[in-house]
């Protein structure tokens, strides 16, 4: 078990997954900062591309995403969507080669198997595409049969699964009903389309969930074959998310019973032969995510830990972020609005942060200490910060040496925590980040 120091976790921290964080973007960086990177890039980039609708709104879910139940509001969306990609690929005229394409949510089914297509062929036509992997995450509630086949033709061989938690009382209580014959479909469907990277998404921290029945669904998920698996603790933040006061946050588990679950699940997949990678995602040994972790090849992005080395990540689609070495942009939020500025051929870039040398610098150390467990933070920085550090140091959580400091094993639910001291931005606020486990 890990040690357990509640004042150590008392603190709110972002996850990490850029730098600086979105709580910093404004609206001083926008569309020509896109527009101007775009124009500048070169080498190898990845796509990523947002839906932001689902067939059932989860109470949980802290994602961009509203409900599709007005066709014509989602057949603009896809419009707008495709105008997006017609508009931006061109800007890239050639200079880029697309190694990944992800698409995410909400929920990518929640369009119609052929809308995916229409998009798939829009993106071949507009971007310089070097066989690219694609990957997708889907809802099992709404993955019909005819997804198969289109998943297959495409190519896609990475998927996600929103599986949160196997029980049905738990189902209930967060507002996602979904049988455990429905995702065993899904999972078979998916293997037989040719998906051969399956993660599911599992929850901790739920109301009256104990261990044993996180152990269950872990079990479960085993069982099927799960290639990766990302274990998350639920953040409860309804003053943000309103839809989040449906879940009775009086039967939640305290932070003790959060932590021993999180560190009983980082033992039990450990002992089932996965690898972690990170302090929450879990990988099967022959998994790339498993193996650029083995390797020291982590990195960090709005999609969480990943394989993927490419220094640009570009993101279509409302609320989706585009990440350059020198800059950080995002997308219009608000899907009417972002339908409105394509329909004038704008980008739509409106929010977002430069990135100086020095917000490199501690970037990178705070990328190396939550995907490596170490980072060198040099004299200056390790003078500056040592007393914040002492707490971890004296504790035995961490270690700092020649300007190298290293997180100790059972010092892992604290990275966050300790990446954080690096973080000159940071608003101690528990309406802006969640618990660090």
């Given at each position: 078990m890990w040690p357990y120091h509640p004042d150590l976790l008392a603190r709110p921290?972002?996850?990490?997954?850029?730098?600086?964080?979105?709580?910093?973007?404004?609206?001083?960086?926008?569309?020509?900062?896109?527009?101007?990177?775009?124009?500048?890039?070169?080498?190898?980039?990845?796509?990523?591309?947002?839906?932001?609708?689902?067939?059932?709104?989860c109470w949980y879910c802290g994602c961009n995403t509203a409900a599709n139940n007005k066709r014509q509001r989602l057949a603009s969306?896809?419009?707008?969507?495709?105008?997006?990609?017609?508009?931006?690929?061109?800007?890239?005229?050639g200079r880029i080669k697309v190694k990944r394409i992800a698409f995410g949510g909400g929920s990518p089914n929640a369009i119609t198997p052929t809308d995916f297509v229409r998009l798939v062929d829009a993106i071949t036509v507009h971007f310089s595409?070097?066989?690219?992997?694609?990957?997708?995450?889907?809802?099992?509630?709404?993955?019909?049969?005819d997804w198969g086949a289109v998943l297959g033709a495409v190519g896609v061989t990475r998927?996600?699964?929103?599986?949160?938690?196997?029980?049905?009382?738990?189902?209930?209580?967060?507002g996602r009903v979904q049988p455990s014959e429905m995702i065993e479909r899904a999972t078979t469907m998916l293997r037989k389309a040719g998906v051969t990277s399956l993660n599911?998404?599992?929850?901790?921290?739920?109301?009256?969930?104990?261990?044993?029945?996180?152990?269950?669904?872990?079990?479960?998920?085993?069982?099927?074959?799960?290639d990766?698996?990302?274990?998350?603790?639920?953040?409860?933040?309804p003053h943000m998310l309103p839809r989040q006061r449906r879940i009775d946050g009086s039967v939640l588990p305290g932070q003790d019973e959060r932590f021993a679950m999180a560190a009983q699940g980082y033992g039990f997949l450990y002992g089932a032969g996965y690898v972690p990678v990170g302090f929450d995602h879990f990988a099967r040994p022959g998994d790339a995510l498993a193996q650029a972790a083995i390797a020291g090849r982590l990195h960090r992005n709005f999609q969480g830990f990943t394989e993927d080395p490419a220094p640009v990540l570009i993101g279509l689609g409302a609320s989706a972020i585009s990440c350059f070495p020198d800059r950080i942009v995002q997308n219009e939020k608000n899907a009417g609005r972002y339908r409105m500025l394509?329909?004038?051929?704008?980008?739509?870039?409106?929010?977002?942060?430069?990135?100086?040398?020095?917000?490199?610098?501690?970037?990178?150390?705070?990328?190396?200490?939550?995907?490596?467990?170490?980072a060198q933070i040099g004299?200056?920085?390790?003078?500056?910060?040592?007393?914040?550090?002492?707490?971890?140091?004296?504790?035995?959580?961490?270690?700092?040496e020649g300007g190298r400091l290293t997180i100790a094993q059972g010092g892992l639910p604290y990275a966050r925590t300790i990446a954080a001291l690096f973080d000159p931005y940071r608003q101690d606020s528990a309406r802006r980040f969640s618990s660090a486990v």
């Open positions: 921290v972002p996850r990490y997954t850029s730098y600086p964080t979105a709580a910093e973007f404004s609206a001083e960086v926008g569309s020509d900062a896109l527009d101007e990177a775009l124009r500048q890039t070169v080498g190898e980039v990845s796509l990523y591309i947002h839906i932001p609708f689902c067939e059932q709104i969306y896809l419009d707008a969507l495709t105008r997006e990609i017609a508009i931006v690929g061109p800007r890239l005229d595409l070097d066989n690219p992997v694609w990957s997708i995450e889907l809802d099992p509630r709404t993955l019909t049969q998927a996600s699964l929103g599986v949160q938690t196997f029980e049905p009382m738990l189902q209930e209580a967060i599911f998404d599992l929850m901790y921290g739920l109301p009256n969930q104990d261990w044993d029945m996180v152990k269950s669904s872990l079990e479960r998920t085993i069982q099927l074959g799960a990766r698996i990302a274990l998350f603790g639920y953040a409860h933040v394509l329909s004038q051929d704008r980008l739509t870039g409106v929010v977002g942060v430069m990135r100086d040398d020095e917000d490199r610098k501690r970037g990178k150390i705070i990328e190396g200490l939550l995907c490596r467990g170490y004299g200056e920085i390790a003078g500056q910060l040592r007393e914040g550090l002492m707490p971890f140091i004296e504790r035995g959580l961490a270690t700092l």
